[in-house]
């Protein structure tokens, strides 16, 4: 348990030595008020934790927070020559993924569950927490591992059905789209007639 309180601690400590906008903030407030921004950014998450449980757009707050540290580091992980990073974010995304899905369609029901931002922030923050019991790696490990490989043959077959199909109806609506431009242009509206000039020759006297 220790182990594991040193791990985040540390990762927090980085994260507070690093050059970003978070720590510039916090520079500054730290110089104006003298108080470590260590115990500033405990004290931004105990408000964090106060408004997901009573305040007003916790929803909101809720996904930031399993963006955007995840979209920086990503980021990081993208830039960097190690492959391990991106594998452990790349994990992190499909699960995220599979999750916002699933929580479209019970959302309806898991709004009136008491505490139910703080619930989905904690799990957010499991998912991404550098440990070995990292909620993202356990799930995609023992739940979307092995159904994807039960059913990768037939998902790849639906996938390219449904791609060519997609190809085939946008072959047939351009098809369709340019026999019509060519039918509107060759059948035209009529010409009107030329009007007739007058004649130069005499016109015929007349008899009474």
């Not at 990081?76 to 190690?82: G, T």
């Not at 799930?139 to 790849?156: S, T």
């Not at 019509?180 to 004649?199: F, H, K, Q």
């Amino acid at each position: 348990m220790f182990t594991i309180f040193a791990k985040i601690k540390d990762r927090v400590e980085a994260f507070l030595n690093e050059k970003n906008i978070v720590t510039d903030c916090l520079n500054k407030i730290e110089e104006k008020t003298g108080i470590k921004k260590r115990y500033l950014a405990l004290g931004a998450a105990g408000v964090t934790g106060a408004y997901l449980l009573f305040g007003y757009g916790a929803s909101l707050l809720c996904n930031l927070i399993g963006f955007v540290y995840p979209a920086y580091y990503s980021i990081k992980a993208i830039e960097s020559p190690d492959k391990e990073d991106d594998t452990q974010w790349l994990t992190y995304w499909v699960i995220y993924g599979f999750f916002s899905v699933g929580e479209f369609f019970s959302d309806i029901f898991l709004h009136w569950f008491p505490f139910y931002y703080v619930c989905k922030c904690l799990f957010l923050l499991w998912c991404m927490a550098p440990v070995s019991w990292n909620g993202s790696q356990i799930l995609y490990r023992h739940v979307v591992r092995p159904c994807f490989l039960k059913h990768e043959a037939r998902v790849d077959e639906m996938v390219n059905n449904i791609g060519g199909k997609a190809i085939s109806a946008a072959e047939n609506a351009t098809r369709e789209v340019l026999q019509t431009l060519v039918r509107n242009r060759t059948i035209g509206p009529a010409e009107p007639e030329a009007r007739r000039l007058p004649s130069s020759a005499p016109a015929e006297p007349t008899v009474d």
